[in-house]
Nanobody, 115 residues
Framework: QVQLVESGGGLVQAGGSLRLTCACS????????MAWYRQAPGNQRELVAS???????NYADSVKGRFTISRDNPKNTVYLQMNSLKPEDTAVYYC?????????WGQGAQVTVTS
């Protein structure tokens, strides 16, 4: 069973930075489209950023220019570098791995940004 384990969440002041890391247990990691989603209390889960197996990124408008998604295929790891954080970025951030037959979620990492 494929597992995704997130780390790197925490509490930060507005304007600060955090880096989330997601480690994947699958040897087929390089074939997955990887993504980060987030869910704030009372809100639906939303896509933050995704990256194809070839390394092409895509971002939600709300994080463009502030967040960077990247992947290290030999390490089976995807990252989300978050800069210039805002209080509205506060949410649980989830790692996601997807291919034609699988849609896998991590357990989530809390990110809290104080003003």
């Amino acid at each position: 069973q494929v597992q995704l384990v997130e780390s790197g969440g925490g509490l930060v002041q507005a304007g600060g930075s955090l880096r989330l890391t997601c480690a994947c247990s699958s040897r087929l990691f390089s074939l997955y489209v990887m993504a980060w989603y987030r869910q704030a209390p009372g809100n639906q889960r939303e896509l933050v950023a995704s990256i194809t197996s070839g390394g092409d990124p895509n971002y939600a408008d709300s994080v463009k220019g502030r967040f960077t998604i990247s992947r290290d295929n030999p390490k089976n790891t995807v990252y989300l570098q978050m800069n210039s954080l805002k209080p509205e970025d506060t949410a649980v951030y989830y790692c996601n791995a997807k291919n034609l037959v699988q849609n896998i979620w991590g357990q989530g990492a809390q990110v809290t940004v104080t003003s």
